[in-house]
């Protein structure tokens, strides 16, 4: 199971100096509480250089009662990003995420560039569509032995 089958490769991105009344309705308009920031192209890839939350700006700003409109995104981002590669298995994302306890990891390719996030969400709703099966199968088996050993 790599990275690349599962994470969203809808990524609502945004340039460091975007004001964070912006990044926030981004967020809103789109249903996220992440905005991944981009630096400059690179050979026409955009290159993750952080990311701001919903959190980030809740706690950065609002929990302290500072006026928002006075940062940019690059103000609130974290900054490095972590990120992991497309061609990466599924379990070497979750090691990451939980060792760094981040619940959100933008995915690059080779070459760096943006490919697209996988998030916890994502990663929840695979395991319980798998477990879903899994729990049709094991009612489904008896009632199947059963028609067959009449």
């Known amino acids: 199971m790599l990275v690349r089958d599962y994470c969203n490769m809808d990524v609502i991105c945004c340039m460091p100096d975007a004001p964070i009344?912006?990044?926030a309705a981004l967020m809103?308009?789109?249903?996220?509480?992440?905005?991944?920031v981009v630096g400059d192209q690179q050979d026409g890839?955009?290159?993750?250089?952080?990311?701001?939350?919903?959190?980030?700006?809740?706690?950065?700003?609002?929990?302290?009662?500072?006026?928002?409109?006075?940062?940019?995104?690059?103000?609130?981002?974290?900054t490095p990003v972590t990120t992991i590669q497309e061609d990466?298995?599924?379990i070497e994302a979750l090691a990451i995420m939980r060792s760094k306890r981040i619940r959100r990891l933008p995915?690059?390719?080779r070459a760096g560039g943006?490919?697209?996030?996988?998030?916890?969400?994502?990663?929840?709703?695979?395991?319980?569509?798998?477990l879903s099966?899994?729990?049709?199968l094991l009612?489904?088996?008896?009632?199947?032995?059963?028609?067959?050993?009449?």
């Open 139 to 150: 009612v489904e088996q008896p009632l199947r032995e059963s028609k067959l050993r009449k």
């Open 28 to 36: 809103r308009h789109h249903h996220v509480g992440d905005i991944l």
């Open 114 to 130: 943006l490919f697209g996030i996988l998030t916890s969400d994502d990663v929840l709703n695979l395991l319980a569509s798998e």
């Open 88 to 90: 990466a298995s599924l």
């Open 107 to 109: 995915v690059v390719n």
């Open 45 to 78: 890839l955009s290159i993750p250089v952080g990311i701001v939350t919903d959190r980030d700006i809740l706690v950065e700003t609002l929990a302290l009662g500072i006026d928002a409109k006075m940062f940019s995104a690059s103000d609130l981002m974290t």
């Open 21 to 23: 009344a912006e990044v």
């Open 133 to 136: 099966m899994l729990a049709g």
